[in-house]
């Protein structure tokens, strides 16, 4: 089955302590992304990656790191989380740029 | 820049009536457009798309949305709404760059 994995998909964590949110398709998809949802506000681009060992900054890359090593995976890591990046996380794969992308489930991350 | 307006934050419908969810778009570029939906607790999915093909597209579920390039819009629209169709939809603008641009989403709700 084509899917977009994502984990965790809960995660409670403290400020300042480094964590990474794991990303896997198995689709062969050239670009993956990674978008943040809060209320109101849609959702908006972290980071994309348009293959391996190319990555670029989305709208808001502010605190956040990833890495594209491997063609399907795409991990985001927060060096030192804050409070202000509680929000719930997609990420995405498309076969290329601009065509249909394929969402995981979600991360709903809290940081107090 | 590239833009995606949701003209309706929430839309609310009696079961059995039509649906209308309404998106305008600015773009510089011929553009990809798609509609996305998101259940409750559930990551994004594919309801249809347009890419400079035919004007009126078919999705999944019944929906359909016509590209008016005259009038920069790309509505949703459903003849008959169904308890299951009550969940968030987002627009998506992509084509000039390799970021999408998002809408901010229409929550529709569906009465008995």
């Known amino acids: 089955e084509a899917q977009v994995t994502q984990n965790p998909r809960y995660l409670i964590t403290v400020t300042g302590k480094k964590l990474t949110v794991t990303c896997s398709q198995n689709?062969?998809?050239?670009?993956m992304s990674w978008y943040r949802q809060d209320p109101g506000l849609g959702l908006r681009q972290i980071y994309y990656?348009?293959?391996?060992?190319?990555?670029d900054k989305g709208d808001v890359p502010e605190g956040y790191k990833v890495s594209r090593k491997e063609k399907r995976n795409f991990p985001l890591i927060l060096e030192s989380p804050s409070p202000n990046q509680t929000s719930l996380y997609f990420c995405?794969?498309?076969?290329?740029?601009?065509?249909?992308?394929?969402f995981g489930q979600g991360t709903r991350l809290t940081v107090v | 820049a590239q833009s995606v307006t949701q003209l309706d934050s929430h839309v609310s419908v009696s079961e059995g009536t039509p649906v209308l969810l309404r998106c305008n778009y600015s773009?510089?570029?011929?553009?990809?457009l798609f509609w996305y939906v998101q259940h409750p607790n559930k990551g994004l999915q594919l309801l249809l798309k347009?890419?400079?093909?035919?004007?009126l597209v078919k999705g999944i579920n019944g929906f359909e949305a016509e590209f008016k390039k005259s009038e920069t819009s790309f509505h949703l629209t459903k003849p008959s709404a169904h308890m299951s169709d009550a969940a968030e939809y987002f627009c998506?603008?992509?084509?000039?760059?390799?970021?999408?641009?998002f809408g901010r989403g229409t929550s529709l709700i569906v009465h008995p």
């Open positions: 347009y890419t400079s093909a035919a004007t």
């Open positions: 773009s510089s570029y011929s553009p990809s």
């Open positions: 998506v603008l992509s084509g000039g760059s390799y970021i999408p641009t």
């Open positions: 990656s348009m293959n391996v060992e190319v990555t």
């Open positions: 689709m062969n998809h050239e670009y």
């Open positions: 995405a794969s498309n076969r290329r740029e601009n065509t249909e992308a394929f």
